[in-house]
């Protein structure tokens, strides 16, 4: 079988390599959908992970295949297995803990000290045509549901997992900054949990007018309006009671985050910043402001985004805006997004067919 696996920095291959065998516990899903995250391109830059490592649960050294959001239909299914057959869609949760560790133990199974993603650190990847998984990590969707909107399921779910940490109600105001992938995930997960108003942050104009119409209250452009006094503006003077930095860029977006709280209010750190981000600590202390990050999800999460999305209280398939095949991944998918792509695309999806 075909899979694209990371050699080095810049050295990702699509290859012939065997294809996974069943074991005890576990299912072999036929890929369908894979989508292109930010931390690919990250991956694909720097590959950080030595090619000589073996994660302790993963067990495997490099090379890896890329790719960790991903929905498949399930071709074999190991004798043990229960509660998932041959034809079921499923999304893949691919992170995992050791379940033995003092953050697993309580109850905090996405910051576990070994985690580790199929994608990333082994058990293959979403960018082949096969990948054998645990049953407990197939997710099944009904029958007829769409292979693509499955596919999104894990972005969904690390925008979940923030909005549950900032601890949001049906009364509450949000800001996101940065309408990126995770950041229009964010406005999904927000409107699921029935927050009253979103403001986003955003330059683009194709982003800004996506946001809207996935349920954005007001879009706030910086290079036409000051953030916080727009903000606290439509708020009364008060400010949102959570705000969420999906953009990375550094203290330009952090600042104006926290900022823009009300009194006590909770900003999350939801992107991957490079770098030193110094900030104004006396609102933490005055005010009673909360800086977190967010990490991942739980499998708890992962479920909830699932119903989520077969319930129909998120709609996520607008945030796909291209589809390229297995074949062309690299060329057409990361290096297209690591040039100029990011300005125009938001989640690129790559499929081992032809198309």
Known sequence: MRALRLHGPRD?????IPEPELRPGTVKVHVEWAGICGSDLGLYESAPIPADYANPIMGETGPHTLGHEFSGYVTAVAEDVTGVAVGDLVAVQPNFADGTCAECLAGRPNLCDNFAFIGINGWGGGFSDTVVVPADHALVLPAGFSAETAALIEPLAVA???????????????????????????VLALRAHGVETVFVTELSASRKELALRLGADRIIDPREEEVVGAVRAATGGRGVDVAF???????????????????AGTAVVVANFHGDVPLDVVPFLTREKVLTGSFAYTAADFREVRDAVVDGRIRPDALISSRVSLTHALDRGIEHLLAD????????????REI
């Open 160 to 186: 979940w997992h923030a909005v549950e940490l900032a601890g949001v109600n049906q009364r509450s105001t949000a800001l996101v900054v940065g309408a990126g992938p995770i950041g229009l995930s964010l």
């Open 245 to 263: 930095d999906a953009s990375g860029v550094g203290k330009a977006t952090l600042q104006p985050a926290i900022d823009a709280l009300a009194a």
């Open 341 to 352: 792509g990011r300005a125009t695309e938001v989640k690129i999806l790559v499929t081992p």
């Open 12 to 16: 990702a291959r699509l290859e012939e």
